[in-house]
């Protein structure tokens, strides 16, 4: 699709691709990384060093992996509740920097409020120009102009700093115009972060975006008057044109910001891990492409490919991911336009798949009672992509398929913690950016699961 920008002129992901070249900074921080790319596009670096990206406005050099600090490792406290695993976020955390990977991305909400701290502890150990923090207005249930300031007053608290380097309007777009405007307009919270940035106590101001169409427009809108200095979006091969509920393709989206001249920060290069995670059929079409790359590589070459893209945020739980991402992007080998032809008609293929478009965010928890939702949603996404959706009684393959869910079910999620506990209460649905009517999606699989063990008694 192509579509104008803001001066008439006609943009398409070719166009963007070709000025990849003369866009993105291509400077290695730290040596002792694996990385390299293998064939095909342009290196945007030196083997075994971070592509680097220089923000427009401040100069700032970027890692293009970010770290996103929503899923932290946990592990049990004292008293048997889950906490995060501060060692393991320390041991992240030095690897992450030692190889250039150097923007944090947190909020007040990330981790069920522990994010924050955890983040800040393991940093500290560090000096603080070498890292960028980000944190966000995360003014959800009461967006008062006391505890607004309250939440932004305590993120320099939680985070040991006395600037923020990237600071955002976090989730706009839920709710619409008149919901953005009660959260950060007609409280004042939007003159008082400008001014705040001016006082130097941010020095890059944005926002976070989920929503439609006519609310980013009206947003992004207001950047006469407010100057965004970046804005995240979900972008990735399948959201590129094909976006779920109330989301908007990213083609969209990252269009219109490079038509400002606006550098974007790519939330979701996964899908919430869903492009790491994909039927069977659809990873040997993959590894047939490429048998030397991971599966995941693909959508985080895309996102990486597009040269106003400042950072792609990645939440690594695990070292793994970390050092497969950080040899990903060390440098990233751009994708060619024969690589974009082939991910698109991918994503088509993935559309076929009727999974749901969770992305264990863990907006929607606590659930008042006790059902782990992302839990039972990831788990039948799981068995979509394996195939073990047992729909008809008669269909070859279905008593495998019905035991593998209910086998998996048991095990993924605790009895108490299911998906027929829900009372369709909806306290979750205005808390999830991809716009799931949960309830619905949970009594729907209480009632399969319930259907497939009336099949199999004794389960």
């Known amino acids: 699709m192509e ?82 695993d501060q060692e393991q976020v320390n041991r992240l955390v030095d690897r992450a920097l030692e190889c250039g990977v150097n923007y944090f991305d947190t909020s007040p909400v990330y981790c069920q409020g522990l994010s924050e701290k955890a983040t800040a502890i393991a940093l500290s150990r560090h000096p603080r120009s070498s890292y960028y923090l980000a944190t966000k207005l ?6 008062s102009t006391e505890n607004s300031m309250l939440m932004y007053r305590k993120s320099f608290e939680n985070l040991q700093t006395d600037y923020i380097d990237y600071y955002l309007l ?17 409280n004042g919270m939007t003159d008082f972060l400008v001014k705040e940035r001016e006082a130097g106590r941010i020095r890059n101001l944005g926002f976070s975006f989920h929503g439609d169409m006519e609310s980013f427009d009206y947003v992004l809108g207001l950047h006469d008057k407010v100057r965004w200095d970046f804005v995240q979006i979900q972008m990735n091969y399948v959201d590129w044109k094909h976006a779920s509920g109330d989301n908007v393709n990213a083609e969209y989206l990252y269009g219109e910001l490079a038509g400002r001249g606006i550098q974007a920060v790519i939330m979701e290069p996964l899908l919430g891990g869903r492009l790491s995670r994909v039927p069977e059929h659809i990873a040997t079409r993959l590894k047939e492409r490429d048998p030397y790359r991971s599966i ?9 490919s597009f040269p106003e893209v400042l950072t792609v945020l990645s939440g690594m739980t695990y070292m793994e991911h970390l050092e497969e991402n950080i040899s990903t992007y060390s440098p990233l080998e751009t994708l060619t336009d024969e690589d974009l032809d082939f991910l698109e008609e991918t994503a088509v293929l993935m559309l076929q798949y009727p999974t749901i478009p969770c992305n264990d965010c863990k907006y929607c928890m606590p659930c008042p009672y006790g059902i782990d939702i992302p839990a039972v949603l990831l788990h039948y996404n799981k068995c ?22 209910l086998v998996g079910y048991s095990r993924a999620v605790e009895k108490v913690r299911q998906a027929d506990h829900c009372i369709g209460c909806k306290q979750c649905i205005p808390h999830c950016p991809q716009s799931i009517n949960i309830p619905h999606e949970l009594h729907r699989i209480a009632r399969y699961v319930e259907d497939l063990k009336r099949a199999m008694p004794g389960m």
């Open 3 to 84: 579509k104008k920008n803001i001066s008439g002129k006609n943009i398409s992901r070719r166009d963007f691709l070709k000025a990849a070249g003369s866009t993105a900074v291509t400077a290695g921080i730290a040596a002792g990384c694996a990385g390299g790319s293998r064939n095909g596009g342009q290196h945007e670096g030196t083997p075994g060093e971070m592509t680097v990206r220089t923000n427009h406005v401040t100069g700032d050099k970027v890692g293009l992996l970010g770290y996103g600090c929503m899923r932290w490792p946990m592990t049990a406290g004292d008293d048997g509740k889950e906490i995060i």
């Open 138 to 143: 995360s003014n959800f249930s009461n967006w």
């Open 170 to 186: 976090h989730s706009v777009g839920g709710g619409g115009i008149s919901h953005f405007n009660a959260r950060y307009v007609d």
């Open 296 to 304: 995941a590589s693909w959508a985080f070459r895309f996102a990486g």
């Open 384 to 405: 979509v992509n394996e195939g073990n959706i047992a729909q008809d009684s008669g269909a070859e393959g279905y008593r495998k398929a019905r035991r593998a869910y």
